[in-house]
């Protein structure tokens, strides 16, 4: 059953999921920004269907003032998810940027677009959050834990990143069972200069 979107606040922030939106849940307030409606997409997979639902919605453009997006970049450089989403936005005559965390305005309305990690590489929010917390001395045991392991698994879908985030949260007292729990535990370290690209993102875009 398809969810019921409807935009409720000038500045929309989609992300892929409950993870994601727990995660900018706990930036968005240690930046001290407000008025930012964020919508889980279900999905990396589901920003073609969903966000329409949202779009299509009523006095979405009477309402909606900035509109950003949040996407892992996955296996792939950063363009190919950049571009999944600049499709979306030109099925709906939306701005389209001419690059990741590029902003553009047209009509009175702000959009960008954020690849993780860092708008180029491969890779995925997860990794953001493990370089947030490389200094933490049990780091040193993750990355023994999962060289000692990685030569007697199957290889196929594995994802390291997420790997590592599982073992290094499962060091905390008590355990955190996701990214975007621990971003609201103050595990991360926001002032961390690794996190500066995505704040003046948000910043940009909806300050």
Not at 44 to 52: A, I, M, Q, V, W
Not at 122 to 150: H, Q, T
Request: aromatic residues 10%; proline residues 5%.
């Amino acid at each position: 059953m398809a969810k019921n979107r409807k935009a409720e606040k000038p500045n929309i922030l989609a992300v892929e999921g409950k993870d994601e939106c727990n995660f900018f849940t706990a930036l968005i307030e240690h930046m001290h920004l407000a008025n930012i409606q964020i919508e889980d997409m279900g999905g990396k997979e589901k920003f073609r269907s969903e966000f329409p639902l949202l779009a299509q919605s009523e006095k979405f453009y009477d309402i909606v003032k900035n509109i950003g997006f949040v996407r892992d970049a996955e296996e792939k450089e950063a363009t190919a998810a950049f571009q999944s989403i600049c499709g979306i936005l030109n099925a709906y005559k939306l701005p389209v940027p001419q690059e990741p965390n590029a902003l553009i305005g047209q009509d009175g309305r702000k959009v960008a677009i954020f690849i993780m990690p860092n708008n180029k590489d491969s890779g995925m929010l997860e990794d953001l959050c493990i370089e947030s917390r490389k200094a933490d001395p049990v780091w040193y045991c993750v990355e023994a834990f999962v060289k000692c392991y990685n030569p007697l698994i199957e290889k196929d879908k594995y994802n390291i990143s997420k790997a590592k985030m599982a073992a290094f949260l499962s060091t905390r007292v008590p355990i955190v069972n996701s990214l975007g729990i621990a971003a609201q535990d103050h595990v991360w370290d926001f002032d961390n200069p690794c996190f500066n690209s995505v704040k003046d993102f948000l910043t940009n875009l909806f300050g």
